[in-house]
């Protein structure tokens, strides 16, 4: 009866509705205990067909963007596979396909066609804000982003951390003519890879070259020194005046066994391009292989042109409303994420790093999506939250600022572009150890979506509006960073050759500690690159697992405050509740506190006995300094039954203060300082 009442709302001209099987009891009954939800109806609908020109839009964008056959008025975007990335897609077509300006927001309230069909009618068109091609001079402006690298480029010449590699194991008959001709093929389509930078008038310049001729490089070496000679390659610098700023390194291993290692400079590149790098050579290499020309049409604009628009439309009363967002969101923020680090921060921070490494089960990546969906947020959201908690935790600070990568491609037609378009945001939570970690997803949920309208402002005009106070111990506005990668995916098949991923461990860090998450079909990869100036690589296995555990407990109790969700893994917990708590010594029971103080100090006078901020005092001369207090108390007349007042601020004068009142022979009455006045008088 129930299935009657809803079927008329599927059942219109051209629809399709398909039942799913229903489980039956022994009465040939509906065995609702059987069902995921009993109280539903006896029947699961999974398919509703477009009913209007809109919805037919909406549909075929979706299906063309989340990759499935087909897409329902009703079904959930998200449900269906749908990120932030894949909805920064949808909006960028639709923008092409009906020039209305869709706010990514809309994605996140509109989840299914039928209900993101009826925002659209109540959405404002864009007016004339087209990428044009833009022929004649080779000299042309930076992207924003460029500069900054060009400008970073200028203080260290010759750094590697910048490079972006890629390292392909090729097994079969590789035809070696061939693969070079498509590399070269791909960086005759794209300005980017044909272009050096160069400083006129004190401007920096995008010089693209007509022609740039990219060599093959091909060693032969043993499978043992293939690793070794792989890094080599990654690290090796570029010189951004002279390039090219695209290399290529085919080593052989064997007659049948290769590996192609291709490096470019993040200042033409990014981890989207690399998708369309290995998707275009793929493509290139099947054709020529058999003789056929290029399949691949010519590319609508460059990478100059993208950056051309972007400095014409970002400037001026534009810039600056965006900019004001941003100050707004980011104003009284710490300017440094208190980490507790194995070693002091070096005077100037180094880039040498290394990563570890871990899974999270498929059971608990499951869990992670159900809990951000019953939300109405993304996986990527819940995994931000989740780790702001454990910075807060780890920190012992409440306002936690992370860095996050956004792809920057808003615009259909730089979809297939070579270039750096990634910009970096900041994104700030209040960690409330008291409320809800559903309270806190919701307040993350908010500030990602927030920050995605505002994304337009590159990092850099950012870091010049706010002007931190520039330190070189540290990177401006954030240290920690954060990236779900889950780029489009390029799959590559090469006629008579297996193509397999060839994993490698980074040598460089650029913050101090960055959080790498990528989908597989197993759950959750995670990857901590770390700051080996800073970080021992016990304390990020640690950390890691700790991760893991919160994670277990949000997902577990979302209503659980997040001060109170679990982090100690059993091992951990019995170590610090049982183990550790075991301290039972014999001392001597009739000596005094000092007695007992002046006994070690004797024993290890050059140990560190007090540690506060960076003053550091030994037994030694904590022992002297409480010495020279006590026979200035005793003069003033301190003794037995004598009460001194002790009000200093919590450092190293506590214990100096503590221990010499008790050698004079008094006992000390604690005033905390930041009492009001009138309670500290009755005290007194």
């Not at 707004?328 to 180094?350: F, I």
């Amino acid at each position: 009866a129930s299935l009657r009442q809803r079927l008329p709302e599927y059942m219109v001209p051209g629809s399709v509705v398909v039942l799913e099987a229903l489980p039956l009891n022994s009465n040939g009954k509906v065995d609702r205990k059987a069902l995921p939800d009993p109280e539903a109806p006896a029947a699961i609908i999974t398919y509703a067909a477009p009913r209007t020109e809109t919805e037919a839009k909406l549909a075929a964008i979706w299906a063309e963007v989340l990759r499935v056959p087909r897409v329902g008025v009703k079904d959930d975007f998200f449900a269906l596979g749908g990120h932030s990335l894949l909805a920064t897609q949808v909006v960028s077509r639709v923008r092409a396909e009906t020039g209305a300006e869709l706010p990514l927001r809309a994605l996140f309230e509109a989840r299914t066609v039928e209900s993101l069909a009826r925002q659209l009618g109540q959405t404002a068109f864009s007016g004339k804000n087209t990428m044009e091609r833009r022929l004649g001079d080779a000299a042309r402006p930076l992207s924003f982003a460029q500069q900054r690298l060009w400008f970073i480029d200028q203080l260290e010449p010759g750094t590697a951390l910048y490079n972006v590699p890629v390292a392909v194991r090729l097994e079969g008959a590789l035809r070696q003519d061939v693969l070079e001709r498509a590399l070269r093929e791909v960086v005759r389509r794209h300005e980017a890879l044909r272009t050096t930078f160069a400083e006129k008038d004190g401007q920096s310049l995008q010089v693209i070259h007509s022609d740039m001729t990219l060599h093959l490089e091909r060693v032969e070496v043993s499978s043992g020194d293939a690793r070794q000679r792989i890094e080599q390659e990654m690290l090796k610098p570029f010189d951004l005046s002279r390039g090219p700023l695209i290399r290529a390194l085919l080593l052989t291993l064997g007659g049948a066994e290769h590996v192609l290692v291709v490096t470019m400079h993040h200042i033409v590149s990014d981890g989207w391009s690399l998708g369309v790098l290995i998707r275009e050579v793929g493509a290139l290499y099947a054709a020529f292989a058999e003789g056929r020309p290029s399949p691949l049409p010519e590319l609508p604009v460059q990478y100059a042109d993208y950056a051309a628009w972007q400095r014409d439309g970002l400037q001026g009363a534009t810039l600056q409303q965006e900019v004001d967002y941003w100050k707004r969101k980011l104003v009284g923020a710490p300017p440094v994420l208190e980490l507790p680090t194995d070693h002091p921060r070096p005077p100037v921070r180094g880039s040498a790093g290394a990563t570890y490494s871990f899974p999270l089960s498929r059971s608990l990546t499951g869990d992670l999506k159900a809990l951000a969906q019953r939300e109405g947020a993304s996986l990527y959201m819940a995994l931000l939250a989740g780790w702001q908690v454990l910075l807060s935790r780890y920190s012992g600070q409440d306002d936690i600022s992370v860095g996050s990568p956004i792809a920057g491609r808003t615009r259909a037609e730089v979809e297939g572009l070579i270039g750096f378009f990634v910009n970096t945001l900041v994104l700030r939570a209040q960690v409330d150890g008291g409320q809800s970690f559903r309270a806190l997803l919701t307040q993350v949920r908010e500030t990602v979506l927030g920050a995605y309208e505002h994304q337009d402002v590159p990092f850099e005009k950012l870091v010049e509006a706010l002007q931190p106070e520039r330190d070189r111990r540290h990177t401006p506005l954030f240290q920690v960073f954060l990236a779900l990668q889950n780029l489009p995916e390029s799959e590559t098949r090469l006629p008579g050759l297996t193509l397999k991923p060839v994993a490698y461990e980074g040598r460089t860090s650029k913050f101090d500690l960055s959080l790498f998450f990528m989908e597989t079909p197993d759950g959750l990869t995670g990857a901590m690159e770390y700051s080996t100036d800073l970080f021992e690589a016990a304390t990020v296995r640690r950390m890691a697992e700790h991760l893991r555990v919160l994670f277990e407990g949000m997902v577990a109790k979302p209503d659980a405050a997040v001060g109170h969700l679990p982090m100690l893994m059993e091992a951990e917990r019995q170590q610090v509740l049982v183990t550790w708590n075991q301290q039972q010594a014999e001392y001597a029971r009739d000596a005094t506190i000092p007695q007992l103080f002046e006994a070690q100090a004797k024993r290890t006078p050059n140990a560190v006995a007090v540690v506060s901020g960076k003053q550091r005092l030994t037994y030694r001369e904590l022992e002297a300094k409480a010495n020279q207090l006590a026979h200035r108390l005793r003069k003033l007349g301190v003794g037995p039954e004598s009460r001194v007042g002790l009000c200093v601020e919590r450092t190293a004068d506590v214990v100096v203060g503590t221990l010499g009142i008790l050698k004079a022979g008094g006992a000390y009455v604690p005033l905390d300082p930041s009492y009001p006045k009138e309670r500290l008088g009755w005290l007194l």
